[in-house]
């Protein structure tokens, strides 16, 4: 019965995905003048400064890490204005692709949040590394983008920087086209973070044996 009950769900969702009317998204982007590539072109623009801004040193394979914004909160009032005139940057290309202002109002309130945050000696800057409103913004803007205009790829934003540099080597040459030596290409960062995780861990390992060793034989317990 339960199952029966599924099967019946799952005909209605498909029957109500067919009922629903098409979405023209080159006639929205048509609207803003806008184009696809010029979409992904600026979306990857403020992805770089995003990064730049909130993640530019990263645990490998994840979002989180610091960036300028946090470097900028060490410098009391001044660098945490100047963090949020640079995070106004991040909101004016928003704009750009046409993203409503009411939609870019958290990201707002997270940047004034993280100015005031950030004037607290060591723990403002400390902070600074979880309170990132570039991010947050690239994040409302891409979300409009996949509704407005049907852009669901992500790889632009998570590796801007490596990723436009790849399409242009794509341009030039079909070896970079391969899919695993592109995915490789695109997570350097991550594989040259892991190779320092396990060197630094390794390192560790090897002083503290040696210092237990030392241990021993000056107290004779070795």
Do not use: C
């Amino acid at each position: 019965m339960d199952n029966f009950k599924k099967l019946s769900k799952s005909k209605a969702k498909k029957s109500s995905d067919a009922n629903a009317p098409v979405i023209d998204y080159q006639a929205k982007l048509a609207e803003h003048g806008l184009t696809r590539e010029q979409v992904i072109a600026t979306e990857r623009k403020l992805a770089k400064f995003a990064n730049t801004m909130d993640s530019l040193v990263r645990v490998p394979f994840t979002k989180q890490g610091m960036g300028a914004d946090a470097a900028l909160s060490t410098i009391p009032l001044a660098g945490d204005l100047a963090g949020l005139a640079l995070t106004s940057y991040a909101f004016v290309l928003g704009r750009q692709l046409g993203v409503p202002a009411h939609k870019m109002t958290p990201a707002v309130r997270l940047a004034l949040i993280d100015m005031v945050v950030g004037i607290v000696p060591g723990i403002g800057t400390l902070l600074d590394i979880f309170i990132r409103p570039s991010r947050k913004t690239l994040g409302i803007v891409h979300e409009h983008l996949h509704d407005e205009y049907g852009i669901t790829e992500t790889m632009h934003m998570d590796r801007p920087f490596l990723h436009q540099s790849l399409e242009d080597k794509q341009q030039q040459s079909h070896f970079w086209r391969n899919p695993i030596i592109a995915w490789l290409y695109l997570h350097i960062p991550d594989l040259l973070g892991l190779v320092v995780i396990v060197v630094v861990g390794w390192g560790l390992w090897a002083v503290i044996s040696w210092l237990i060793s030392l241990f021993g034989k000056v107290t004779g317990f070795g």
